[in-house]
């Protein structure tokens, strides 16, 4: 399938450069802390930048591990801003001075996002003692540089319920947007007790409380939801430009990349089985238009869906949920294990 056949249109990436990481977070889902080996060279983290460009892409968020602690995080993000690329880097605030935030503003940067997970002391516990603070001073130190900051919150059983709590922290911090994500049992998360699950109308509820209150937007993510009555305002939309869940975009306009080159529609479906190749044998316009590519997604129809999702009148336009967050937490692709709608009335 050549370039103008294929019906898909690569808009997104998210993309880890490094796996290596000053910390061992007992949710992470990667596993971060120490790079990979054979971690790609600088010079194909610049073709790669190059290939998504060609692709069209509009977006590419650097994760790690730690962006920072991979040394040449500077020449690769600069390639992707000078491809006309918008870039946000997502990062756990330890390693931020005001000479990094100066070295980040000469970029043209969209966003850092700074990762808080819960008021100091659960933070602390989830990744290490001091870490609230520095993270809190990151987003200090970036704020005054000018520089657009948002934080992100992975959300597990005793997080949940302590939403109001982080909110009087941030509420004055001076950030554009604070995003609610799902931890599901992947990578080390999978392995400590973190206490994963959780009721999902707990942030929803949390976010539609704090609508058109807050000094900035209040989102949950894709794998948090679906379809309840206030679903435009959910994603960071309003009543009147609101911003409606789509269904999966794993494959569909987003891909992942991993720190050895690994293609897969999303970045947090950790799982071999769901590689579509690697960029040191195949170039990702090869990957991209191949029709076998990302078969799970692009290949969905309601027939697939399982579970209340099968019956639910939402379900084709959903699709059953984020793929990945279903696969960790039961392994059926296309049925959310924890969707709001779930026993519900329609």
């Known amino acids: 399938m050549t370039q103008s056949a294929c019906p898909y249109q690569l808009r997104q990436c998210v993309w880890e450069i490094t796996l290596a990481c000053c910390f061992r977070c007992a949710h992470c889902g990667s596993g971060g802390g120490k790079a990979r080996e054979n971690e790609l060279s600088t010079a194909e983290c610049l073709d790669i930048a ?10 590419v968020n650097l994760i790690g591990g730690e962006v920072f602690m991979r040394r040449d995080w500077y020449e690769v993000s600069a390639a992707i801003v000078d491809a006309g690329m ?3 880097i997502i990062s756990n605030g330890w390693t931020f001075t005001p ?54 919150t992975t959300l597990n059983s005793a997080s949940a319920y302590r939403l109001p709590q982080m909110y009087e922290l941030v509420h004055d911090w001076g950030i554009f947007a604070w995003q609610l994500q799902s931890c599901s049992p992947m990578g080390n998360a999978a392995k400590m007790d973190v206490g994963w699950a ?24 894709d794998n948090i939801g679906y379809f309840r009555g206030d679903e435009a305002i959910m994603r960071g939309g309003s009543w009147q430009q609101p911003r409606i869940f789509p269904g999966c975009a794993a494959g569909l306009s987003v891909v992942g990349i991993d720190s050895v080159g690994n293609v897969k529609g999303c970045e947090s479906l950790y799982d071999p089985r769901f590689f579509e190749g690697n960029l040191r044998e195949r170039s990702l316009a090869d990957i991209w238009n191949d029709p076998a590519s990302f078969a799970y997604n692009r290949g969905f129809t309601p027939e697939l869906l399982t579970g209340a999702c099968a019956s639910c009148e939402m379900g084709s336009r959903c699709a059953g949920g984020c793929r990945s967050y279903n696969h960790f937490t039961h392994g059926k692709l296309y049925e959310s294990p924890a969707c709001v709608r779930r026993g519900e009335p329609e």
């Open 198 to 221: 959780y009721d999902f109308r707990l942030p929803m509820d949390f976010v539609a409380s704090m609508h058109g209150k807050a000094p900035f937007a209040i989102m949950t993510a």
């Open 50 to 59: 190059g290939q998504l460009a060609a692709l069209g892409c509009e977006r």
């Open 86 to 88: 918008l870039l946000c």
């Open 99 to 152: 000479e990094l935030c100066r070295t980040l503003r000469t970029l043209a940067i969209e966003s850092v996002a700074i990762s808080l997970d819960g008021p100091p002391d659960l933070h602390d516990r989830l990744r290490q003692p001091g870490s609230f603070e520095r993270a809190e001073r990151a987003v200090h130190t970036l704020v005054a540089a000018g520089i657009p900051t948002s934080i992100i």
